[in-house]
């Protein structure tokens, strides 16, 4: 088992920055490629970024987030960031990190096996 903590979220105006972090316990946490997703209401949960296992592993988007949002991990740390900047209202969502058994990030969400509880970010316009 692996228990996930997110933490950072916030109100925020648009054009503004927020960290997010999510906390591992459990299992070795470096085994796991981590992601981040989203649901914002009434919408269905999308993926916003992914990381390898390896601290500086390989990294992908979403191309709504792209050259916004920055996804890190630092294994000493057991913990996954996702650094947000030009934050817009439609970043608006509940934010859940999330772990998958395998070395690499997947944008499919069925692949994650552990989940945070989420954590809310909501951008002013």
């Known amino acids: 088992q692996v228990q996930l903590v997110e933490s950072g979220g916030g109100l925020v105006q648009a054009g503004g920055s927020l960290r997010l972090s999510c906390a591992a316990s459990g299992r070795t946490f470096s085994n796991y490629a981590m992601g981040w997703f989203r649901q914002a209401p009434g919408k269905e949960r999308e993926f916003v970024a992914s990381i390898s296992w390896r601290s500086g592993g390989a990294t992908y988007y979403a191309d709504s987030v792209k050259g916004r949002f920055t996804i890190s991990r630092d294994n000493a740390k057991n913990t996954v960031y996702l650094q947000m900047n030009s934050l817009k209202p439609d970043d608006t969502a509940v934010y859940y990190c999330?772990?998958?058994?395998?070395?690499?990030?997947?944008?499919?969400?069925?692949?994650?096996?552990?989940w945070g509880q989420g954590t809310q970010v909501t951008v002013s316009s």
């Open positions: 999330a772990a998958a058994d395998k070395m690499w990030g997947t944008r499919t969400a069925g692949e994650y096996d552990y």
